[in-house]
């Protein structure tokens, strides 16, 4: 038997690139070629290997689809991986955003499963410079999520990573909601 959903999904405020998961997801754009936010701080922690594996993805698929998701190593991190996801820009709601933001939490997920990762770690996708309200993103990623962990045995743990106090309250708010 493994453990409930819930005992495997746990909350940490903190610094993602710090964190020896298994995996952590990078909040990436549709180049992989890096960028500012989570996705500047996950290439220059974790080097240049990061940024070559990028390139070789790009070379034969060309990018990354927003909702979709690719792997490559962790370089330098203490991670041994990195799962590249890219959210959607927050445009008022209606244009498909949860839908393809779910996508996102899925398909990372779905190469945990593949890989079989013990532990992956997730920012708050979105929620920066794509300016998804935070809210509404902590109450899916919780969902997906806890969905995820109730229907497969892989990763067996998942954290949510909030950069700041008031995120992580967010989080613990939805965990609650959602017992
Ligand atoms: N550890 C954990 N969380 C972090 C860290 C960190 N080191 N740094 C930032 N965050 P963002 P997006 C949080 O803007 O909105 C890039 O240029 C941050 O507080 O990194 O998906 C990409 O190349 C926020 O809650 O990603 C894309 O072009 C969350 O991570 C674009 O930004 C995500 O913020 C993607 O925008």
């Known amino acids: 038997m493994s453990a409930s ?6 909350i940490v405020q903190g610094d993602i ?4 998961t298994t995996a952590i997801v990078n909040a990436a754009n549709s180049s992989l070629l ?5 996705d500047g701080a996950i ?7 990061i940024l070559e594996e990028c390139r070789q ?8 689809k927003v909702g979709e998701a690719v792997i490559t190593s962790g370089g330098r ?3 041994s991986y990195v799962i590249h996801t890219v959210g959607p820009r927050w445009n008022g709601g209606h244009k498909g955003e949860s839908d393809l933001l779910a996508n996102c939490y899925r398909n990372s997920l779905a190469i945990a499963l593949e890989r ?3 532990s992956v770690a997730f920012p708050g996708i979105s929620t920066g410079i794509y300016h998804y309200p935070k809210q509404e993103a902590a109450a899916l990623a919780v969902s997906e999520v806890q969905q995820w962990l109730a229907a497969h045995e892989w990763p067996r743990e998942v954290v949510l990573v ?7 309250q967010l989080y613990e708010q939805e965990l609650a909601r959602a017992l």
């Open 162 to 168: 909030a950069f700041d106090a008031e995120t992580k």
């Open 17 to 20: 690139t710090k964190l020896a």
């Open 5 to 10: 959903p819930t005992a495997r999904l746990r």
């Open 43 to 49: 290439h220059r922690a974790g080097g240049p290997q």
């Open 57 to 64: 993805i790009r070379a034969r698929q060309g990018g990354c």
């Open 77 to 79: 991190l203490p991670a």
């Open 116 to 118: 079989q990762l013990e």
């Open 34 to 38: 890096g960028g500012g936010g989570v």
